[in-house]
C-alpha cells in the first residue's frame, strides 16, 4: 500500500500570498494517478486537480499542481478567503487507493 | 451536471447491518463512462476508498472490507447502494458516494453520517 504523507499539517497564510502544499508517496505513483481535493467546514470533498496537473472543469487557474515519482505539490498562487480549507492527496497504484492525512490551510 | 445524494439510516447498533443508498441525477448510470464509488471519512477527517461498482455490475472492493462490504446498482432507478454487515464502532463516519472516471473522483454527493451505537 502506497502510504501519502502530507506536509505541513497547517499552513497559515494570508490572502494574496501563495500557497505550496506538498504529498510525498513512499513508492513511486504509476501513471500519474495523483490527485487533489479540497473540503470546506461541512462540506463533501472537491476535486481540483487529476493526473498530477491537469485542473478540474471549473477550478481557476490560480490553482495548479506539479511534481512526479514520489514528490507532488499543489499550488496556489494568490489566494483568496474562499482558499482557506484542507486538502488532500490521493493515489491509486493499480489495486488500492488511498488518501493523505490533509493540510489544513488557514487565515 | 450530475448529482448524487445518498439516503440511509444515522444510526446502526453494533452487529447488525448498514444500508445506503446513492440517487443519481443529471446523468445516466448507464453511459458506461464512469465507476461509481463509495468513500468513507472518519471523525478525525481521514478518508477511505471502500469500493466501486460499474453499470454492468463489476464491483471492486478494499481488500480490508472485502468480507463485509456488498455494493450493488439498479440502473432503471439510476441508483447504487451499499451494504456493509457486522457494523462496529469503527465503522462511524460521514459516508460518500461519487463519479470515478478514471481512478479520480469529480462528483460527490453531500455526505451522510452513520453512527455505530
Known amino acids: 500500500e502506497i502510504v501519502l504523507t502530507q506536509s505541513p499539517g497547517t499552513l497559515s497564510l494570508s490572502p494574496g500570498e501563495r500557497a505550496t502544499l506538498s504529498c510525498r508517496a513512499s513508492q513511486s505513483v504509476k501513471n500519474n494517478y495523483l490527485a487533489w481535493y479540497q473540503q470546506r467546514p461541512g462540506q463533501a470533498p472537491r476535486l481540483l486537480i487529476n493526473?498530477?496537473?491537469n485542473r478540474a472543469t471549473g477550478i481557476p487557474d490560480r490553482f495548479s499542481g506539479g511534481g512526479s515519482g514520489t514528490d507532488f505539490t499543489l499550488t496556489i498562487s494568490r489566494l483568496e478567503p474562499e482558499d482557506f480549507a484542507v486538502y488532500y492527496c490521493?493515489?491509486?497504484?493499480?489495486?488500492?487507493?488511498?488518501f493523505g492525512q490533509g493540510t489544513k490551510l488557514e487565515i | 451536471q450530475v448529482q448524487l445524494q445518498e439516503a440511509g439510516p444515522g444510526l446502526v447498533k453494533p452487529s447488525q447491518t448498514l444500508s445506503l443508498t446513492c440517487s443519481v441525477s443529471?446523468?445516466?448510470?448507464?453511459?458506461?463512462?464512469?465507476?461509481w464509488t463509495w468513500i468513507r471519512q472518519f471523525p478525525g477527517k481521514g478518508l477511505e476508498y471502500l469500493g466501486r461498482?460499474?453499470?454492468?455490475?463489476?464491483?471492486y472492493y478494499s481488500p480490508s472490507l472485502k468480507s463485509r462490504l456488498t455494493i450493488s446498482v439498479n440502473t432503471s432507478e439510476n441508483q447504487f447502494f451499499l451494504t456493509l454487515t457486522s457494523v462496529t464502532a469503527a465503522d462511524s463516519a460521514v459516508y460518500y458516494c461519487a463519479r470515478e472516471p478514471q481512478f479520480y473522483f469529480d462528483s460527490w454527493s453531500p455526505g451522510t453520517l452513520v453512527t455505530v451505537s
Open positions: 490521493q493515489q491509486y497504484d493499480g489495486s488500492l487507493y488511498t
Open positions: 493526473g498530477v496537473s
Open positions: 461498482i460499474y453499470y454492468r455490475g463489476m464491483t
Open positions: 443529471g446523468g445516466s448510470m448507464s453511459s458506461g463512462s464512469y465507476y
